[in-house]
Each structure stands twice: as structure tokens, then as C-alpha cells.
């Protein structure tokens, strides 16, 4: 259980901060003619199955609640008596149509091959080889994002806001100037709202500065720093 809360909290987190569900372009490609899908024929007998079980449990529950009280008047006993019978009727006409549906729905197949659905239940699939690329962009993104998370913690006092700070971080401004001399691209953060954030962000810049990244596709290494220090 713990871990099924661990995947939801995971793809809420995603969806909200990273859009991961967003749909990226209209673009679509064919279908496979081998690919199983959901037999339409099924899911429609499957459907109304269902809809016919609510309905009987709806009127059981009626007709058992019906109950005879007071005077046996014989205008009430009649009015009693014919409900009683609507009921038992309409519940022995769901009864049997929904044992008829429940036997075409055993000889019908649950999935069929997409070639064999009919010409109009035919459909094309949203293109995902670009959603996959940009998916897995924001899977390393987050994970970059984890991994400072847990740097900045330790500085915190309340380590249930470190992404926050982050996300704030990350939609601040910042300077770049890169020194082709001295091999080094500084990124000079803005200070943040207030003095404490400021010190939380100092410590994670000599984190990151220990790690003596290099710009992809040059030779100049990362220094991170507030723009007063």
C-alpha cells in the first residue's frame, strides 16, 4: 500500500510540476493490424451487464423493503399486492435478459486484433515517439531535482519545502558569464525572499560547485554563486 501511495504521490507531483501528462503535439500514426484492443461488441454487452446488475440490486433492495403496516385496509392490501407484482415482474424480466447477455457475452471474445474491428470503430494512435523523448527529459529532470532536494535538506528546518525552494530557484533570474580564460561558466543567482533561503542556496552552490560539472560540449566548468558574493 505504501508503495501504490509512493507512485500516486509520484505522478500527481509529476503532472503538476512537470506536465508529464500534457499532450505534446496532434500528430498520429497507424495502428498495427496485430494489436489486440477491447472487442467493441464485448465492452457494449459488458456495459449494459453492468447497467442491468444496478438496476436488480436497486429493485431487490425495493421489493425487500416493501413491507405491509397497519390496518389491512383492502384498498391498501390491493395498491400492495400490485406493486409487489411489478416489481417481481420487472425483476424476473432483468433477471432473465441479463443471464441472456451474460451467455452472448461468453461466446463473444474480450479482445480482438485491430484488423477485425469494423470500419468505423477503426481509429488512429497519437504519435508518442516525441512524448517519450520529452517524458524522459523530465524523468532526469526530476531526478536532478531529488537529488538537490536531498542536498538542501539538511539546512532546513522544515525539509518538506526543499522543492519548493527549488521550483523558486529555478523561476528566479540569473546571471551567465563565461571566462573562455579561466575555463569556468559562472551562473549567478539573485537572492532569494529572504536571508535564510539566501544561506540555503549559498550551501547548495558549493554543493554543485564540488562537482565540478563541464558545460555540455565545451570545456567550461560550472561555478555557481549569489550575484553579492
Avoid at 529532470?141 to 527549488?166: G, S, V
Avoid at 533570474?173 to 551562473?187: F, R
Wanted: proline share 3%; hydrophobic share 35%; net charge positive.
Amino acid at each position: 500500500m505504501f508503495s501504490r501511495w509512493s507512485q500516486e504521490n509520484f505522478f500527481s507531483y509529476m503532472m503538476h510540476q512537470f506536465g508529464i501528462d500534457k499532450l505534446l503535439e496532434y500528430k498520429t500514426e497507424p495502428i498495427a493490424e496485430t494489436t489486440r484492443v477491447v472487442n467493441p461488441v464485448y465492452r457494449e454487452l459488458d456495459g449494459k451487464i453492468r447497467s442491468n446488475t444496478s438496476k436488480l440490486a436497486r429493485r431487490k433492495a425495493t421489493f425487500g423493503a416493501l413491507v405491509l403496516e397497519g390496518d389491512l385496509e383492502e384498498e391498501k392490501v390491493k395498491k400492495y399486492e400490485r406493486t409487489k407484482a411489478e416489481l417481481q415482474e420487472e425483476i424476473s424480466f432483468l433477471e432473465k435478459e441479463t443471464d441472456a447477455l451474460k451467455t452472448r457475452r461468453k461466446q463473444c471474445p474480450r479482445h480482438i486484433s485491430f484488423a477485425e474491428l469494423p470500419e468505423g470503430e477503426q481509429f488512429s494512435a497519437l504519435a508518442n515517439d516525441k512524448k517519450q523523448i520529452v517524458d524522459t527529459i523530465k524523468m532526469i529532470a526530476y531526478r536532478a531535482e531529488t537529488a538537490m532536494a536531498n542536498l538542501i535538506k539538511p539546512y532546513m528546518t522544515d525539509k518538506r519545502q526543499a522543492r519548493a525552494l527549488l521550483r523558486q530557484i529555478f523561476a528566479s533570474e540569473a546571471d551567465l558569464k563565461p571566462d573562455e580564460e579561466n575555463k569556468t561558466l559562472t551562473v549567478s543567482l539573485h537572492h532569494m525572499t529572504n536571508p535564510v533561503s539566501d544561506r540555503i542556496v549559498r550551501n547548495l552552490c558549493q554543493e554543485l560547485n564540488a562537482t565540478k560539472t563541464i558545460f555540455p560540449g565545451s570545456n567550461l566548468r560550472f561555478v555557481y554563486k549569489l550575484v553579492s558574493d
